[in-house]
């Protein structure tokens, strides 16, 4: 049986893909490549892999203001997310998710926190018109 | 649903023009997201402006139509032509130095086409300065006065050291605020989310920028997303330089807008009054030993050559200029080092005014104003081998962006090391 976690829909549709789950987070200027989605900062444990076409999991954003330009510039080069899963919303994450307008789902109940409940690499449904993500394997 | 005004239904409406319409609509659906209730004027503004680098995704040398698809989030053609005109509007830095760029490694036409984008901002009522330290022109918003900023160290320095309201929100947002009027009053714009949630007790001793910077990074990578960090410890000796460079570190290390320091900051004049009577959710305790694993990271061990020293991240204000000019008085930068000074534009007139430019320029360094290396990006990195680098933000921006050997360290130990071409040892904090 899926697990289902509920948050709050921001932005409608549903998509399937891969859970692509970063518990520190992301930074963003800098932290990204948006000509190719690739991760270049050296602290993350993701550095060098993509995030093209993944189900983006993050528990808000990190570092720069510059945060959702380069999230926005990966997206208008598709290379971006197909959707992403928000622990808790900040401002950072709202401004990006209002430029992107990917399915996107946020702030879940500490219990059910995408960045602990969703395993690396599973296969999960992202609602953003219910708010619910489906964890499906 | 957002509660707007009839001020704001007009402009939602466009009955003050398309350019208010698109950047009202883009607000709209930002504070929707956030579940904001309503939104709240701003009064202060930074917006980044110039032909940066991650707007090449958006295969156009027209700033009209990057600007359109990149800010505003439209297919259309949207003139940049107007802000809000109650809206103290300053431009963060842009992506070339004022007159300079072939010693930059950039072309011409990166120059020419980053003045467009400037005259452009000038035009709609930008007030161009080119600088990530919009406080060294005057630029301050007050205690309770709703600001927005491109640069994540004002945001925290605005809401920590000035009590004034402003979030992360980032680069479009900026724009739509600064030619609106308005953002989301959501966030660090409502009293009760102003609290501490986290109490971090500095139990290391904090003497130089350089420490203060290095601990910026340690509270910030322990921090969880969102937290709000009460910090209790000596502040002896502590000044605005060290602070911002502390609070500056700390942002770009986690996504903290606000900290509260017991006893300094006007928002935590005692401890309960910083935790609005509540308990923090965690208490760390952050020492000498977790500053040295954080630096560890952050400089090359050993020795080398040196091929660029750049100091100035944030941008320097006038007092570090004159302390370069006196360390510098008499000596040469060797010839093999390009030594590099950023601040901003008045502060530079200054300079020049003082006689610590000559001083500089004659000992082989040089003043760029308007931009940094990190903002530049690769085309500068490509030019050296190794950095030698006096501030954590800089320094990550070099490791993310580029291979080189990469020094960290204080300023008068840089400076040293432009004279030597050598990073040394015993250059290294501690030593």
Request: negative net charge.
């Given at each position: 049986v899926a697990e289902i976690i509920q948050g709050r829909g921001v932005t409608p549709g549903r998509v399937e893909g891969r859970a692509f789950v970063c518990p520190g987070g992301l930074t963003g200027w800098g932290g990204?490549?948006?000509?190719?989605?690739?991760?270049?900062?050296?602290?993350?444990?993701?550095?060098?892999q993509s995030i093209q076409d993944v189900i983006l999991v993050l528990p808000g954003s990190r570092g720069s203001n510059g945060w959702s330009c380069y999230f926005t510039a990966t997206h208008l080069a598709g290379k971006g997310p197909k959707a992403m899963v928000v622990s808790r919303v900040d401002s950072s994450v709202g401004v990006a998710l209002a430029c992107m307008n990917i399915p996107a789902v946020v702030d879940f109940a500490p219990a059910d926190d995408p960045c602990f409940t969703i395993p690396h690499g599973a296969r999960v449904i992202v609602d953003g018109t219910t708010g619910t993500v489906e964890i499906i394997g | 649903m957002v509660q707007l005004t009839s001020q704001e239904q007009a402009m939602l409406e466009g009955k003050e023009g398309r350019l208010k319409q698109v950047a009202m609509e883009n607000i709209v659906r930002y504070a929707e997201i956030l579940g904001a209730r309503e939104l709240c004027v701003v009064t202060k503004a930074t917006v980044f402006c110039g032909?940066?680098?991650?707007?090449?995704?958006?295969?156009?040398?027209d700033p009209e139509e990057v600007f359109s698809r990149m800010?505003?989030?439209?297919?259309e053609n949207i003139p940049f032509d107007a802000i809000d005109a109650d809206c103290y509007c300053q431009s963060c830095v842009?992506?070339?130095d004022l007159t300079k760029y072939r010693e930059l490694g950039q072309s011409e036409q990166t120059f020419c086409l980053n003045q467009r984008y400037l005259e452009i901002a000038r035009a709609a009522g930008v007030i161009l300065t080119g600088s990530c330290s919009p406080y060294l022109t005057g630029w301050l918003p007050v205690k309770g006065e709703h600001f927005v900023t491109t640069e994540s160290g004002v945001t925290i320095i605005g809401n920590s050291l000035w009590a004034a309201c402003g979030n992360s929100d980032g680069i479009e947002a900026a724009f739509w605020s600064a030619i609106s009027g308005r953002t989301p009053k959501w966030g660090n714009h409502l009293?009760?989310?102003?609290?501490?949630t986290h109490l971090i007790h500095l139990a290391a001793e904090l003497s130089s920028v350089l420490d203060w910077d290095i601990m910026g990074k340690v509270v910030g990578s322990r921090l969880p997303s969102g937290a709000v960090p009460v910090v209790t410890g000596?502040?002896?000796?502590?000044d605005f330089t060290r602070l911002r460079h502390f609070l500056t570190t700390l942002a770009i290390s986690s996504n903290c807008e606000l900290c509260h320091l017991v006893g300094l900051?006007?928002?935590?004049?005692?401890l309960a009054t910083a935790l609005r009577g509540r308990e923090p959710q965690a208490e760390l305790t952050l020492t000498r030993e977790d500053m040295a694993e954080v630096y560890q990271h952050m400089c090359d061990d050993g020795c080398g050559p040196v091929d660029t020293v750049s100091l100035g991240c944030p941008h320097y204000d006038i007092h570090q200029i004159q302390k370069v000019a006196s360390l510098l008085r008499g000596k040469k930068v060797h010839p093999q080092v390009h030594l590099q000074i950023w601040t901003v534009y008045p502060i530079q007139c200054m300079a020049d005014l003082n006689g610590y430019t000559q001083v500089i320029e004659e000992a082989g360094g040089h003043i760029y104003s308007g931009t940094c290396p990190g903002t530049i990006g690769e085309c500068l990195f490509e030019q050296s081998a190794s950095w030698a680098v006096d501030s954590l933000k800089q320094s990550k921006s070099i490791r993310n962006l580029a291979q080189t050997a990469l020094y960290y360290g204080d300023m008068e130990h840089c400076l040293a090391a432009a004279v030597s071409g050598r990073w040394e040892e015993g250059y290294r904090w501690q030593k």
């Open positions: 990204v490549d948006p000509l190719t989605g690739i991760i270049k900062d050296v602290e993350s444990p993701f550095c060098g | 032909a940066h680098n991650y707007l090449k995704v958006i295969d156009s040398q800010n505003l989030l439209r297919e842009s992506a070339c009293a009760e989310n102003r609290g501490g000596n502040f002896a000796g502590v900051t006007p928002e935590a004049p005692d």
